[in-house]
């Protein structure tokens, strides 16, 4: 069982930035951010291996955000980051952090086990 909690989300303007932490309880492997605005499917935003290696990002994010996580590669201690820059207004949604039960970490959300509550981000313009 994983649990997963996350936090650092905001108001803030646009072009401005946003740090979002999740915390892992139990043994998290691949692990990824997604979000969920308003009416909207929820959409891959990034992913990092168990090993910490090889992140993947959506197209929408591609260069203004940064995951990264501590514990990569052990069985505790797993905290995953997303650095957010250059914020714009569509950007704004729920975030959610979410653990699969195998090393990879993929861009749909079937295959991820466990999740988040989530954390809102509003930008505004």
């Known amino acids: 069982q994983v649990r997963l909690r996350e936090s650092g989300g905001g108001l803030v303007q646009a072009g401005d930035s946003l740090r979002l932490t999740c915390i892992a309880s139990?043994?998290?492997?691949?692990m990824g951010w997604f979000r969920q605005a308003s009416g909207k499917e929820r959409e891959f935003v990034a992913s990092?291996?168990?090993?910490?290696?090889?992140?993947?990002?959506?197209?929408a994010i591609k260069d203004r955000f940064t995951i990264s996580r501590t514990g990569a590669g052990t069985g505790a201690g797993n905290t995953l980051y997303l650095q957010m820059t250059q914020l714009k207004p569509e950007d704004t949604a729920v975030y959610y952090c979410?653990?699969?039960?195998?090393?990879?970490?993929?861009?749909?959300?079937?295959?991820?086990?466990?999740w988040g509550q989530g954390t809102q981000v509003t930008v505004s313009s």
């Open positions: 979410a653990a699969a039960t195998t090393n990879r970490a993929g861009t749909q959300s079937n295959e991820y086990r466990y």
């Open positions: 139990g043994r998290a492997y691949g």
């Open positions: 990092m291996n168990w090993a910490g290696t090889s992140p993947s990002y959506g197209d």
